[in-house]
């Protein structure tokens, strides 16, 4: 039995919030080819319950996005798997995430189990608000804040040893590019010219960057500016 981290095992839940439901969940991602066992781990661990509104707590572990106010969804737990295990799978260090689009922070949860120091950015102050609230009940404090544009990341933290975006970009912020570490990665939902959503894997080399297009996804979009 692998251990949660010291402060997520208290938010154990019964009924359809109970362990045995995140057991069930990790393991339909593990059938559906999420192989991370750290990334199951932590979808294991993280009571997605406790971040959406109680009235919806009997779909908290069905594998969906659902709305969490202010027009905007928490992300369906297999992209925020596939997501977190592609990024581990591509960075070489696991110091210092960048996560733009805290949403509720669930994904922040998720992350804050992978890597040492979790920088997260939002434009929405109200939801900033919540994910805050959210992920301090879990007693998880390596998370840094901060009620921003995602376009423009977090400069004053940069470089990034991995960056994740959650919302879906015309096109790659250049700033997000330049603030990852060389060997860093980010993963990010891009528009394609076809209408449709693609993850992009972008990885940081000492004298370039990689590009790669993964699945087709569909995020809510990344819009510039604060509200
Ligand atoms: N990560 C969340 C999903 C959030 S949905 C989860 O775990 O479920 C995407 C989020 O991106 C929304 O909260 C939206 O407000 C935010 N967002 C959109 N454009 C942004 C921008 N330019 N900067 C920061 N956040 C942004």
Known sequence: MVESHPHLSHFIGKGHT????????????????????????????????????????????????????????????????????????????????????????????????????????????????????????LGLRQIHYYHGDGYQGWQAHAPFDAILVTAAAPKIPPALLAQLQVGASLIIPVCGDDGQQYLELIQRGAHNYQHQRLDPVKFVPLRPGLS
């Open 18 to 137: 109970s362990q045995r439901v995140r057991d069930k969940l990790a393991a339909r991602l593990q059938q559906q080819g999420v192989s991370h066992p750290q990334v199951l781990d932590a979808i294991r661990f993280t009571p997605r319950h406790s971040f959406i509104d109680a009235a919806l707590s009997t779909r908290a572990y069905d594998d969906t996005a659902l709305p969490i106010g202010y027009a905007q969804t928490i992300s369906q737990p297999y992209v925020v798997a596939k997501m977190s295990a592609c990024l581990l799978e591509h960075c070489q260090s696991t110091r210092r995430v960048l996560e733009i689009g805290t949403g509720c922070g669930y994904q922040t949860a998720v992350l804050a189990q992978l890597f040492e120091q979790v920088y997260t950015v939002e434009r929405i102050s109200g939801l900033l608000q919540q994910a805050q609230q959210n992920l301090s009940a």
